[in-house]
């Protein structure tokens, strides 16, 4: 498939079912490594769920088993929603997660903080999300922007700019509206601010 696209990143998302058993997180870092090696140049991230403090212990688990095994994974980055309960509102509380993840990937690399900051990333996202109480907004992707600029993460992306626009009348969030007052493509024109 690299070779067939000409693949320059991969990004590999590991969802719950997969993310919470060991041997399978060990398979993604020993894929990648091969892929790393086989592939001189590409770029790869990869991204999970988090706590509202940073990676849960399978998240801190997976990037300590490709410290271990010598990955240089350029970002490891986090999906900052469906937290089931958070305080404050989701620019902050995505900080705090980064916050965490970047505490995790300095631990477990022994990077210094600028150089855990640069292999960090965050996925987003924009609008309503699963859980009653969350609600990303163009001001909280504002307030991501800010934190990314700061500290030169190595990734600032969102789920999904085919949802980047306002529902029709009486519509819901899903995947082709966001479920927020917002002219098309405000979170887009955002996140296109940041350059790394």
């Not at 091969?34 to 990676?55: E, L, R």
Request: with cysteine; hydrophobic share 35%; glycine share 12%.
């Amino acid at each position: 498939m690299i070779d067939a696209y000409h693949l320059k990143a991969l990004d590999i998302d590991i969802e719950d079912t997969e993310f919470s058993n060991a041997t399978v997180r060990q398979r993604v870092v020993s894929a990648l490594k091969i892929v790393k090696t086989n592939n001189p140049g590409i770029v790869t991230y990869v991204t999970m769920g988090t706590t509202t403090s940073g990676p849960d212990s399978n998240g801190k688990d997976l990037i300590k088993k490709g410290a271990a095994a010598g990955l240089a994974n350029d970002g490891w980055t986090i999906m900052p929603f469906d937290f089931q309960g958070h305080s404050g509102s989701m620019g902050s509380t995505t900080v705090s997660a980064l916050e965490g993840l970047k505490a995790a990937v300095k631990s477990a690399y022994g990077y210094s903080d600028d150089a855990a900051y640069r292999h960090i990333g965050v996925s987003s996202m924009n609008g309503k999300t699963d859980e009653a109480d969350e609600t990303v907004t163009t001001g909280d992707f504002q307030t991501i922007l800010g934190y990314a600029k700061q500290h030169h993460i190595a990734r600032f992306t969102f789920w999904a700019v085919n949802r980047d626009r306002q529902c029709g009348s009486g519509g819901d969030a899903g995947s082709s509206c966001s479920g927020v007052s917002q002219s098309p493509y405000a979170f887009t024109k955002i996140v296109a601010q940041y350059g790394g």
